[in-house]
């Protein structure tokens, strides 16, 4: 994959303080060369693929995985994603539960537990930046595509997002995730995201898992920082590039009312 290359363009708007608290900002983003091309509009292929269904499994109760180097052989059982392995029943019998005390789980695990399932990128996105977006994973994950590791994420906050795009060439992929839910930082033993009191400490992805698409110059953060005082909003924007050369982009800022109606540009 080439190098990334990120701009920071800060772009102040003067706008009426009664609309400053209603306001969406909706974000173009022109690649030099394709004047008029929007990130709004539509590409030719869908900008992103649903991954939710059935996955093959495995749990990794004696921490080999990694060691067998697992993400090169047809993992054996199924789990259906989003899910835990709560949800799939694969772990040991819940503790007794007192009255009163937390919730009952029918099965738990801690542990490394190992996600798998083949993917087809479409030949639509042979130039175009390619993600993997796994949404409220606990905790701790490890992505393989095909035979090559993607890195590690280890979020309890944020989704996990990988750049996949060196790996994901059009046509079929095997993803193999391992997610590992014992304790990476510490947090207290009272904390909600892992306490038995409240979430308990599950292992899965229970959000959206999706292969995104974007263009190879992408808007990577927007934050807006308001001033009533002085009735001013700057935004600040990040652009990221992998094109391999410098480009020019343009950024048009529109402010709405909750109507929809455009109120600045």
Known sequence: ??????????????????????????????????????????????????????????????????????????????????????????????????????????????????YQRDITIPYAWRRRRITLFLERCHWETRLWVDGREMG???????????????????????????????????????ASAISEETQTNWNGIIGRIELRSTARVWIEEVRTYPDLSANVVRVRSRVGNITGRRVRVALTHTLREGTGEAVLA
């Open 1 to 114: 994959m080439r190098p990334l290359h990120r701009v920071t363009v800060t772009n102040t708007l003067r706008l009426a303080i009664r609309t400053l608290a209603r306001m969406a900002i909706l974000v173009c983003l022109i690649e030099q060369g394709t004047p008029g091309a929007c990130l709004a509009q539509p590409p030719a292929a869908p900008r992103s693929i649903s991954l939710a269904g059935q996955w093959r499994f495995l749990l990794d109760q004696r921490d080999r995985g990694v060691v067998d180097r697992v993400w090169q052989s047809r993992l054996p059982d199924s789990i259906a994603l989003p899910g835990s392995t709560d949800l799939g029943r694969y772990g040991a019998p819940g503790r007794p539960t007192p009255p009163f005390r937390r919730p009952a789980r029918l099965v738990e695990y801690v542990g490394p537990a190992w």
């Open 152 to 190: 590690s994420r280890d979020s309890l906050s944020v989704p996990h997002v990988y750049d996949i795009t060196s790996a994901a060439t059009p046509g079929r992929h095997r993803l193999t995730i391992r997610v590992d839910n014992r304790i990476k930082h510490d947090i207290g033993e009272w």
